[in-house]
């Protein structure tokens, strides 16, 4: 499907780069796999939030989900 789209400045400048550099070979390939990757980080974030709320709704744990964020994300980044 071909749709027109607009972008800032800063982000022309950098799609241009990227295809220039031959990471892709147009800006429609380099647009769809950054929406396939946002897809795909979304499913996870869901499956995350669902996994949260089971927990907390179990009496596992008194943290909220936004506590259990907090520590994970301070767990991974060390």
């Known amino acids: 499907m071909r749709q027109s789209i607009s972008f800032t400045q800063p982000n022309e400048e950098w799609l241009n780069i990227q295809v220039s550099n031959k990471e892709y070979s147009s800006k429609s390939e380099l647009v769809n796999d950054l ?36 520590k994970s994300k301070s767990l991974l980044n060390g």
């Open 35 to 70: 929406i396939r990757q946002a897809r795909q980080q979304q499913l996870q974030i869901d499956w995350l939030k669902n996994k949260l709320e089971k927990a907390e709704k179990s009496g596992f744990t008194t943290d909220t989900k936004e506590q259990i964020l907090s």
